[in-house]
């Protein structure tokens, strides 16, 4: 056979070789490393200690809940970056649509979700986490200040790494929304969604003030992205 007929790895046969590395860090390093190593020699015993001893470092890492929220929060700060920028910069473009367009664009704001997820289920397991609960109650009586309350919650770092994340979904939710109306109805909208990206409601109102200088018409925000 030419050489037009040889096979070609799929990414899926890629991430299928990487399937014995993970499940070496997966499994206790005592059954791993007993199956390579002759348990009576020196040099076994002092490598099985050492590979127990990093496995015991990982480990730590990993299942510490402030590590976990910070990785959350670092992921869920700067990823959403990579998807407003061509929104901003190349909104007609094919690598956009491909990207924020359709199913991919729904994706990304669910992973980004997902990740939030994490976060909130993972600071609620922390201590003080019901004090918060109870000022969160506070912010919503009317007897009582709203900012005051609020000031209370940002003291406490967990609610900080639910509520960053959070505002930056949603920032990015109603972004990928404005794009997708000012594609389909000729709209320039990149000025609103670099205002969006960076306060959030004011790009939308930046929006909403474009369409109607534009005799457009107000914006139908209705999620799709037909005629694009």
Not at 8 to 33: A, C, E, G, N
Not at 129 to 135: E, G
Request: hydrophobic share 45%; net charge neutral; charged share 15%.
């Amino acid at each position: 056979m030419g050489a037009s007929h040889q096979k070609r790895s799929t990414p899926l046969q890629h991430q299928l070789l990487l399937l014995p590395l993970l499940l070496f860090f997966l499994l206790d390093s005592k059954q791993v490393w007993g199956l390579l190593t002759p348990q009576s020699s020196p040099w076994s015993t002092r490598t099985t200690k050492t590979q127990n001893a990093i496995n015991s470092q990982l480990q730590l890492q990993l299942s510490s809940p402030q590590e976990i929220i910070e990785a959350g929060v670092s992921l869920d700060t700067f990823a959403p970056q990579f998807l407003w920028l061509p929104m901003i910069v190349a909104p007609r473009a094919e690598l956009t649509k491909n990207l924020m367009g359709g199913t991919n664009g729904i994706l990304a704001i669910v992973s980004l979700s997902l990740v939030h997820l994490i976060i909130v289920v993972t600071a609620a397991a922390q201590e003080g986490s019901l004090d918060q609960v109870k000022i969160f109650g506070e912010v919503f009586d009317p007897s009582l200040s709203q900012l005051g309350g609020m000031q209370k919650l940002f003291q406490y770092p967990n609610f900080v790494a639910e509520e960053w994340p959070h505002v930056l979904i949603w920032d990015l939710f109603v972004g990928r929304m404005i794009w997708l109306d000012g594609l389909q109805r000729g709209i320039n909208s990149r000025i609103a969604l670099a205002f969006c990206n960076g306060i959030g409601p004011p790009g939308f109102l930046i929006y909403v003030l474009t369409c109607l200088i534009s005799g457009k018409g107000m914006p139908s925000m209705d999620g799709t992205d037909k005629k694009t």
